[in-house]
């Protein structure tokens, strides 16, 4: 049996019976109501705009990724991150090792008032074989979640793994270099104005590099790969992803094709379809590289979800375009 309580309206003078059933607060259960047997299916009433492919907008855009892409290395946000620390103190940040590793923790403050917050591993290579036995690198790496902030506010944001090395590859030889940068690294300084610290660009980018003397005269042949993600360029079309890009000199027996890297550049058009254009050049069963007779051209073959839609073109001389060093 349900209890029933009097309710008084004391400002009409009236009582009224109430079943507290009805309370939620008088402690009795409250049911709720069931589910539905299976959600209710997404009705879209328009339809969707059909993608158009531009060739020429596409071809545009690929020229100002490998326009930009050598503009890109680990080396800025090392200049921020020693820049920086040259504000530390022997206090303040901690520093600790680990099978052979040096990193800091802070959460404190300098007896100058510089604030180093979070961690970061640091661990600068003299002559070093990362490359191998017989290589000889050197160069930093940075990897870390933090930031520093100076007395005057000016702040250092590191949110990733950023690198840059050169030296000799493993046969002891051939010029080497190494870069990358993965995450986000935020500098308010100007010495980032003439780096690319100091534009729009977004990279998600590891890049190696080699310059190799084939002769006696001291003939150089230059090469460079690429492997990540673009974002910012200067382009309508603003968003790349480099799958193995990969470019040489031309060099008999290796490489036959000096007008066209290997690998599949993909771009994101404004209307969000990705267009990925594969080249034509084709890594063989001995390590070398051929290309398919009459495809020496600089184009590729470009999808859209998987179909073939046409094919595109792009300058990619810049790629190995350079002197004495790539970036």
């Keep these: 049996m349900r209890a029933v309580i009097p309710i008084c309206l004391a400002a009409l003078g009236a009582c009224a019976d109430k079943d507290i059933a009805d309370d939620p607060k008088s402690g009795d259960p409250v049911s709720e109501p069931a589910p539905p047997a299976s959600p209710s299916p997404y009705e879209y009433d328009g339809q969707p705009e059909p993608p158009v492919y531009d060739q ?89 979640q933090a930031f520093i902030t100076d007395t005057d506010g000016g702040r250092l944001d590191m949110g990733g793994y950023a690198y840059d090395a050169a030296g000799t590859g493993d046969d002891g030889v051939t010029e080497t270099w190494l870069t990358g940068v993965i995450g986000t690294f935020v500098w308010d300084d100007e010495l980032v104005e003439d780096t690319w610290l100091g534009t729009p660009l977004q990279p998600t980018l590891e890049a190696s590099a080699y310059q190799f003397v084939i002769d006696a005269e001291g003939t150089k042949v230059q090469g460079v790969r690429l492997h990540g993600g673009l974002a910012g360029f200067n382009s309508d079309w603003s968003t790349a992803s480099l799958d193995s890009i990969f470019m040489v000199d031309e060099l008999p027996g290796f490489w036959h094709c000096g007008l066209e890297p290997a690998g599949i550049l993909s771009i994101r058009a404004q209307d969000g379809y990705w267009y990925q254009v594969a080249f034509d050049v084709q890594k063989q069963a001995d390590g070398s590289f051929d290309t398919p007779p009459g495809t020496c051209d600089g184009c590729g073959t470009v999808y859209r979800g998987g179909d073939v839609i046409g094919e595109a073109c792009a300058d990619a001389s810049v790629l190995t375009d350079w002197e004495d060093q790539p970036w």
Aim: glycine share 12%.
């Design 56 to 144: 020429a907008e596409l071809e545009a855009a690929m020229d100002a990724v490998f326009a930009e892409v050598l503009t890109i290395s680990g080396a800025p946000p090392i200049l921020a991150y020693q820049t920086m620390m040259e504000l530390a103190d022997s206090s303040c940040p901690t520093w600790y090792t680990n099978e052979g590793y040096s990193y800091w923790v802070g959460g404190c403050t300098t007896g100058e008032g510089v604030d180093f917050s979070g961690y970061v591993f640091a661990d600068e290579y003299v002559d070093a074989a990362l490359l191998g036995e017989g290589s000889s690198m050197t160069g930093m790496t940075l990897n870390g």
